[in-house]
């Protein structure tokens, strides 16, 4: 069974400076990969995913991801991030044989002024 | 379209009693998802159908919880005897396999067991 990890549970990181949220996949076969990203007190919604193709994925606001098939893992970034950033960040997996899409615990992204 | 929809968003009960929460999803999508979140976590997998027919189901669920989805299009999810631990934002999501592949999710249920 496939499976998310997601290794920091917060990351503080200052406005205008760039931010990495890691995320580590497990699956014996292959697999589609998302973030998903839930700002205060509202729903879901995709900010990129990975479905095949090029390995570096760009989504909303700025956001992109690499897949790392090696490494297994497909790391968010963003250059400069702004206090409108402020969220939980959360990747998922999706193993093709059978779609079901497994979610990490999720990183809390918090924007020092 | 306008999305997934869930219904209610709120709701409180009394410890014991049974509740029963609807999702509609986005009408071509033949997948439909159950997740629960608690506070601080992320999204945990419930389970989910392809149009009518329920493909898994978490073996962390306990056999108070159970999900239909009679004819392929909305769902329901109950939960009978509610504990106190049931107190949790239930999410409906969905997705079309050959088209999308990722999942849209509704605003969710917020339940909580008093």
């Known amino acids: 069974a496939q499976s998310v990890t997601q290794l920091d549970s917060q990351v503080p990181v200052f406005e205008e400076a760039p931010v990495e949220l890691r995320c580590n996949y497990s699956?014996?076969?292959?697999?589609?990969l998302f973030w998903y990203v839930q700002y205060p007190n509202q729903g879901l919604q995709l900010l990129l995913k990975?479905?095949?193709?090029?390995?570096l994925v760009k989504g909303i606001n700025g956001f992109e991801a690499e897949f790392n098939k090696s490494q297994t893992s497909f790391h968010l970034r963003k250059p400069s991030v702004h206090i409108s950033d402020t969220a939980e960040y959360f990747c998922?997996?999706?193993?093709?044989?059978?779609?079901?899409?497994?979610f990490g615990k999720g990183t809390r992204l918090h924007i020092l002024p | 379209d306008t999305g997934v929809s869930q219904d209610p968003r709120h709701k409180i009960t009394k410890r014991g009693q049974n509740v029963t929460f609807r999702c509609d999803p986005i009408s071509e999508h033949n997948r439909l998802y159950w997740y629960r979140q608690t506070l601080g976590q992320g999204p945990e997998f419930l389970t989910y159908?392809?149009?009518?027919?329920?493909?898994?189901k978490s073996r962390l669920l306990s056999d108070r919880f159970s999900a239909e989805r009679p004819k392929g299009s909305f769902s329901t999810l109950e939960i009978q005897r509610t504990e106190q631990g049931d107190s949790a934002m239930y999410l409906c999501?969905?997705?079309?396999?050959?088209?999308?592949?990722?999942?849209?999710f509704g605003q969710g249920t917020r339940l909580t067991v008093v």
């Open positions: 999501a969905s997705s079309s396999r050959t088209v999308n592949t990722e999942a849209f």
């Open positions: 998922a997996v999706s193993d093709l044989r059978d779609d079901k899409i497994i």
């Open positions: 159908f392809q149009n009518e027919a329920q493909l898994e």
């Open positions: 699956s014996s076969v292959s697999v589609y």
């Open positions: 990975y479905l095949s193709g090029s390995t």
